[in-house]
């Protein structure tokens, strides 16, 4: 059974740029969550998606956004990228209808380096 | 939201039992409380989760006290191999976000 993954793995872009990272599930799986992990602050939650609908929602600019396909893959956006945007991006997927990261099955990552 | 406040940094020698304590005072009624494994360059993976007293699973034990404000990872007999970053967090579930907490960094000695 293949796992949750995450293209592309790195990723170089200049500020101002705009950026999308994908992320397809485990088969199966209809909830995908997105985090951004940082040194200094740690694992953060995006947003997460349950057949095609946002249902729950971070702290984060309107700057990042994300949607879902019909198939549960997901893909997130970042527009106007920051330096402060440079982070591991995981995303999570999970059969769980509740939105409760019960058994949540976690991609590798997209590092995103922003210069 | 409930916090969580766990060690930043344990170390243990091999073949030793491992306790990992995290705080969570604000804990809800609907909350669970799960624990993550993470490796560097790795998402994390799911370890155990459990909502009050005991629960053990193949590679860990957690302990919950009655009044839930606090958790605790058990793992047995560690290898060079456990040594990862542990995420306690608390799961609200339904429509709203999971806390990661800041994790701890247990570094195992051969």
């Known amino acids: 059974k293949a796992g949750v993954t995450q293209t592309p793995r790195y990723l170089i872009k200049t500020r101002g740029q705009q950026v999308t990272l994908s992320c397809s599930p485990i088969s199966g799986h209809r909830s995908v969550s997105w985090y951004q992990q940082t040194p200094g602050q740690g694992l953060q939650f995006l947003f997460e998606y349950f057949s095609e609908t946002q249902r729950n929602k971070g702290n984060f600019p309107g700057r990042f956004s994300g949607r879902q396909f019909s198939n549960s893959r997901s893909e997130m956006n970042v527009s106007t990228l920051e330096l402060g945007d440079s982070a591991l991006y995981l995303c999570?997927?999970?059969?769980?209808?509740?939105?409760?990261?019960?058994?949540?099955?976690f991609g590798q990552g997209t590092r995103l380096t922003v210069v | 939201l409930a916090k969580t406040t766990q060690p930043i940094s344990m170390d243990s020698y091999e073949g030793q039992e491992v306790n990992i304590t995290c705080s969570h005072n604000?804990?809800?009624?609907?909350?669970?409380i799960t624990w993550y494994q993470q490796f560097p360059s790795q998402g994390p993976r799911f370890i155990i989760q459990g909502y009050k007293t005991k629960v053990t699973n193949e590679v860990a034990s957690l302990f919950i006290p009655a009044d839930r404000k606090s958790s605790t990872l058990s793992l047995p007999r560690v290898s060079l191999s456990d040594t990862a970053v542990y995420y306690c967090l608390v799961d609200p579930g339904g429509y709203q976000k999971v806390t990661f907490g800041t994790g701890t960094k247990l570094q195992v000695i051969p």
């Open positions: 999570a997927s999970a059969t769980d209808q509740t939105g409760r990261l019960t058994e949540a099955f």
């Open positions: 604000n804990i809800a009624t609907n909350d669970y």
